[in-house]
């Protein structure tokens, strides 16, 4: 079956602590992306990529990084500069970046105690 | 700015029909789309418009104003599966999404 996975559906980390956030990709899709969801408020976009080895900052990128080294895989890094990090984290993927819908992975529910 | 608006919250009785509007303000306008999500859950797509005017998709419909800056979901026939939050998206000119913070609909029986 095609689709994007995500895991793992639920983690902790302690405050200071760096956490990554897989996200895989068998659709063969070209964009990929990274959305965080908070209670009350609109998707916001974290980092996004529309090929291998390029990716963009979004309107949040502060205290995250991703690399996009296979077609496949976009991770998420969550670094401690990041100073309010609980979140569901979603990544999301399409075809070429114009007027395509977005497949959206499960999520990652992220809880930093 | 870039805005998305649309109301927090609504409920709806099984079997009836329910109206979720949404209104946007984007810079450039590449279409508006609609995504069901359930609690916990990713969203799923629903609709796309780009022309204005009415999209039939079974139960669901989506609307189109391109000159009022305006959108609705229409959902037919509700069912209680049907609980969820419905989010409206606009796609700017630089093709990426602006979302709106989603409307709760709530399905009595």
């Known amino acids: 079956d095609g689709g994007i996975t995500q895991s793992p559906k639920y983690l902790f980390r302690k405050e200071g602590q760096n956490v990554t956030l897989s996200c895989e990709q068998n659709?063969?899709?070209?964009?990929m992306y990274w959305y965080r969801q908070d209670p009350g408020q609109g998707l916001r976009l974290i980092y996004y990529?529309?090929?291998?080895?390029?990716?963009q900052k979004g309107d949040i990128a502060e205290g995250y990084s991703v690399s996009r080294e296979k077609k496949e895989s976009f991770p998420l890094t969550v670094t401690s500069a990041q100073k309010n990090p609980t979140a569901f984290y979603l990544c999301a993927s399409s075809p070429p970046i114009d007027m395509n819908e977005q497949f959206f992975g499960p999520g990652t529910r992220l809880t930093v105690l | 700015g870039q805005n998305i608006d649309q109301p927090t919250e609504m409920t709806a009785t099984e079997g009836a029909i329910v109206q979720i509007n949404c209104t946007y303000q984007?810079?450039?306008?590449?279409?508006l789309f609609w995504y069901q999500q359930h609690a916990g859950e990713a969203p799923t797509f629903l609709s796309y418009n780009v022309l204005d005017g009415l999209e039939e998709k079974g139960r669901f419909s989506s609307f189109l104003s391109r000159s009022k800056g305006y959108s609705y979901l229409l959902l037919k026939e509700l069912q209680m599966k049907d609980s969820a939050s419905y989010l409206c998206?606009?796609?700017?000119?630089?093709?990426?999404?602006?979302w709106g913070a989603g409307t709760k609909l709530i399905i009595k029986p």
């Open positions: 659709l063969n899709h070209d964009a």
């Open positions: 998206a606009g796609m700017d000119s630089n093709y990426q999404l602006i």
């Open positions: 984007t810079s450039g306008f590449n279409g």
């Open positions: 990529s529309q090929i291998v080895n390029d990716f």
